[in-house]
């Protein structure tokens, strides 16, 4: 058995792991380090890729080693424990037996699955977001839906449909996995908003970088019903001016140095 170690900022975690996943890690552990980044410690069965992976991650102070026997399935199931989101969401591994806690909802995600764990505070800013603006009646479109988790919690927070679009297969293939995790049938797409028809969507939400957000800004509008809300995160605190001017009025919420603006639009 062998190990690649990286160390990485909090941030790049989702990415990271996505791109270990990909691959072909057979686990993955992370722990703090004192320098405020996190150690990404990531299980492979042969020592064949060495010299492409330590290529491939150079920024990151790759360290491969050669292990003894680990249980790479224990080690990964501790570092991805249940955790509370908000006031009513319990988000989950399949792994977990923990009964649900009264009040909230049940929300399965395998986060060996990559491409959106909950981890990041932009998932996190997300799903409070939507905690607070889902109705019963509301249709949602979630824009880069990746693992899909952001439309499961719609559902599960009493939205009456939620639409995932990615033009990435990959990630519709793993939402379509969580998707069945919870017993939901997967209402997804292949695109992006450009490919929606207009004002279709009570609530739109998109988790994507700043960049990305800003040239779908004029479709993320053109989709979302009058009175209807938008909620974008995925930028940082210094990034939000750019989202104010053009939402003005629109709620600020933060965590860590990310933001989260949500707008109702008149």
């Known amino acids: 058995m062998y190990s690649l170690r990286l160390a990485c900022p909090r ?45 491939r991650f150079a920024a990151y102070s790759p360290d491969w ?18 955790r509370l989101v908000g006031d009513r969401l319990f988000l989950a591994p399949p792994w977990c037996n923990d009964p649900t806690p009264p009040g ?23 799903l409070a977001a939507l905690e607070k603006h889902i109705h019963p009646a509301a249709t949602v479109t979630d824009i880069g839906t990746g ?27 793993t939402a379509r996995e969580n998707f069945s995790l919870n017993a939901l049938p997967p209402l997804l797409a292949a695109g992006s908003a450009d490919c929606l028809a207009a004002e279709t969507s009570d609530l739109t939400v998109a988790n994507i970088n700043a960049t990305v957000l800003l040239s779908l800004f004029d479709h993320l509008l053109r989709i979302t019903k009058r009175h209807g809300r938008l909620i974008l995160t995925g930028f940082t605190e210094p990034e939000s001016p750019r989202f104010l001017k053009l939402l003005p009025g629109a709620e600020v919420s933060t965590l860590a140095e990310w933001c989260c603006v949500t707008a109702t639009l008149s």
Do not use: K
């Open 11 to 55: 941030e790049e975690i989702d990415r990271l792991s996505a791109e270990l996943w990909e691959a072909g890690t057979v686990a993955i552990y992370e722990t703090d380090l004192p320098s405020n980044e996190v150690l990404l410690m990531a299980g492979f069965d042969a020592d064949e890729q060495r010299a492409m992976l330590v290529q």
């Open 147 to 173: 693992s899909g988790i952001l439309a499961i919690a719609a559902l599960r927070l009493g939205a009456a449909s939620a639409i995932g679009v990615d033009p990435d297969e990959a990630a519709l293939s």
């Open 104 to 126: 909230r909802f049940r929300l399965i995600h395998n986060p060996g699955l990559a491409c959106g764990t909950g981890e990041h505070p932009c998932t996190q800013l997300a």
């Open 65 to 82: 080693r050669q292990e003894p026997a680990i249980d790479w399935t224990a080690q990964t199931r501790a570092a991805w424990p249940a």
